[in-house]
């Protein structure tokens, strides 16, 4: 894929939950636009921790600069908030609204047009379940809801904390097929333990491991047999 | 005794942090009121009653509390001894509602009314008794249904009686220990999967018409029982408190605002974003909340606020006189002020780190607004000019209030 502009850097950062004890401990990341980048790491790796300090739900961090389209930001600067979106990995918020109405909120909430709504209810195979509490959908079926609104909202910068996980391999494929034309709309940043799933979606591939991005696949080198091979050595 | 250890150590923490920080702020409460010589006579009745009232409702909030299953999950999936399970939940539930919750409130008692030490040992143990018989009642209703509730209500009210028109402690101290022996029968034959709900019963539920936000509220409150059974002890305290204030004729105009401050206590409703930590992380991600979501909180806070004041102030015009233009105002002004400040805290410092429901809901953040209230409330028997000061700062509250509550860098760290 060719560069375009950069839209996300973050130079430097190092955070922590206990001061002292970094769990991220200097790390620089940038991503450009429409891209796509798989993140992937051993457990505790930081993966979760670096996804939530960009959605601005970590105080416990400083950064030598964080940029967006070049300009300095915060991660909760509220333009910033406007412009990305992030899929936790367990997710059981607003369990009494009904898929429409967490849809509707957010929508409210991010002043947009959901866009392809019943497309991706059909590709998720989740009509059944749209006027349903969401406390009372499965795990598979919360997640599909989450994955629905963030793909719904396009933001500029979607973040996936392990969206794959406890989904059915047909929305698993739906889900690729997703990520692949978010393109036009934004960048994904993405983490999972699937290396395939990686491998399938991402123009680079990064590996977080004991908090700093340790190495990074590009183009030809983004093969799942490849990235197993060296990361053995 | 395993079953036991392992919850042990998941409420009160690996080196028992909790019990220990719980005993010490009983020494504090203790010693602190008894040092500053404070003495107020409680009857014995009250002291019982509060021991078991208090620490049985504890208890079922703990039985009841949602987030059990998270707790049990594992526990439930291994093999273990029925009777090992039972202990380890009733003892490890019993041991953390009355360390950290009960032993509190009674040292509180015990400073101001200095019973002798029999008495205090009995208040102890009717505490710990009645959170076992909560247990049992627990196990009669999940297993008998009908005529669970009905053996429940029986034996509650034989041991209510016992407290409150017993001739002697013998008979108050003898109806306990017989409650503790059937209690610990029925514990015995019950099924210890009782305490392991499913609330989620079905994954293909019943579908709903399409609401905003305020539906969203509504739909909380309706599913949790504790927030309804709050309310309604409200909407009965506000009845009530005319009739306790009634010996005090000319105390009127004191007692009636520090009323209005005293029933904004609704707890579980103003810690509705610490109740639901997933939503508050979601909350925090998305923009414009202080708007979409914490202005409505408030909106609603505000409406439950004014019908329980509105309830007080019809009860005191029936019991205690008219009550006119200037009544409503503070209505309006405690109800706004008191909404203003909950969904403050609730969103500035939301109460993150509980373990079960009642750290949440015996969270001492929840006496400082109906205090701050209160204090508000004497300040206005002082002179009318009070009210309209109020009102004018209120205003100025409502025209600060999206830039109070907007703005990065002040929001309560997480870990």
């Not at chain 2, 509980?354 to 015996?362: G, I």
């Not at chain 2, 009210?387 to 700062?393: C, L, N, R």
Request: net charge neutral; hydrophobic share 50%.
């Amino acid at each position: 894929m060719m560069k375009t502009e950069e839209l996300l850097s973050i130079k430097n950062i190092k955070i922590w939950y206990t001061e002292g004890k970094p769990v991220i401990k200097d790390l620089s990341i940038g991503l450009y636009a429409n891209e796509i980048v798989g993140l992937i790491g051993l457990n505790g790796a930081g993966k979760t921790t670096m996804m939530k300090t960009i959605s601005g739900l970590l105080s416990g961090f400083e950064a030598k600069e964080i940029r967006w389209k070049g300009k300095e930001t915060r991660f909760r600067d509220k333009d910033f908030k406007k412009k990305r979106f992030i899929v936790f990995a367990e997710d059981s918020s607003f369990g009494y609204f009904t898929f429409r109405e967490y849809l509707k909120y957010a929508c409210g909430s991010y002043g947009v047009k959901a866009e392809n709504v019943e497309e991706m209810v059909e590709g998720f195979h989740f009509g059944e379940y749209t006027d349903v509490l969401m406390k009372e959908l499965s795990t598979g079926n919360r997640k599909k809801a989450g994955l629905i609104v963030a793909f719904a909202l396009h933001p500029e910068f979607l973040l996936l904390d392990e969206p794959v996980n406890g989904l059915d391999f047909q929305s698993t494929e739906y889900l690729y097929r997703l990520i692949n034309d978010y393109r036009k709309y934004g960048s994904v940043l993405f983490s999972s333990h699937i290396l395939e799933s990686i491998c399938l979606t991402s123009d680079r591939v990064m590996v977080l491991e004991e908090g700093k991005i340790d190495k990074v696949f590009e183009g030809e080198s983004i093969n799942a047999e490849v990235i197993r091979e060296v990361l053995k050595q | 005794m395993r079953v036991f250890s392992v919850l042990a150590k998941q409420l009160f923490g690996a080196d028992f942090k909790k019990a220990k920080n719980a005993l010490f702020i009983s020494v504090i409460i203790f010693s602190s009121i008894f040092g500053s010589g404070a003495q107020m006579a409680i009857a014995q009745k009250v002291l019982f009653l509060t021991a078991s009232v208090f620490s049985a409702g504890i208890m079922m909030q703990m039985l009841t509390s949602k987030h059990n299953d998270e707790m049990f999950l594992g526990l439930f999936s291994l093999p273990f001894e029925a009777a090992d399970c039972k202990i380890g939940v009733v003892g490890s539930f019993t041991l953390y509602a009355v360390l950290t919750k009960s032993l509190p409130v009674l040292m509180l008692f015990f400073a101001l009314s200095r019973p002798d030490p029999v008495q205090v040992a009995l208040a102890l143990v009717f505490a710990v008794a009645a959170c076992i018989q909560m247990a049992a009642w627990f196990c009669l209703l999940h297993s008998a249904k009908v005529l669970g509730v009905l053996a429940d209500l029986l034996w509650i009210a034989a041991l209510l009686c016992s407290i409150l028109f017993a001739p002697n402690l013998y008979i108050t101290a003898g109806a306990m220990a017989a409650g503790l022996i059937l209690a610990c029968i029925v514990l015995a034959v019950s099924d210890p999967y009782v305490f392991y709900r499913q609330y989620s019963s079905s994954h293909a539920g019943r579908k709903h018409h399409a609401g905003g936000i305020f539906a969203y509220f509504f739909r909380i409150m309706r599913s949790n029982a504790s927030y309804v059974t709050n309310s309604i002890f409200l909407c009965a305290l506000a009845v009530f408190l005319p009739f306790l204030t009634k010996q005090f004729e000319d105390a009127g105009s004191f007692f009636l605002p520090v009323g209005l401050g005293l029933l904004l206590l609704n707890t579980p409703l103003c810690t509705m974003i610490s109740y639901d930590r997933d939503t508050e992380e979601v909350l925090r991600m998305m923009p414009g909340q202080e708007t979409a979501y914490v202005l409505k909180y408030n909106l609603f806070i505000f409406v439950f606020d004014v019908l329980i004041e509105l309830v007080y102030l019809v009860a005191w015009h029936f019991i205690r006189g008219a009550v006119g233009v200037t009544e409503l105002i503070w209505v309006l002004l405690f109800s706004l002020q008191g909404s203003i400040f909950c969904s403050f805290l609730e969103w500035r410092f939301p109460i993150l780190n509980w373990k079960t429901d009642p750290d949440l809901w015996h969270h001492p953040r929840k006496y400082i607004v109906p205090g701050v209230m209160m204090v508000f409330g004497g300040l206005l028997s002082l002179s009318p000019l009070v009210t309209w000061i109020w009102a004018g700062v209120l205003v100025l509250e409502m025209i600060a209030y999206p830039y109070i509550m907007m703005g990065d860098g002040r929001m309560p760290a997480r870990s």
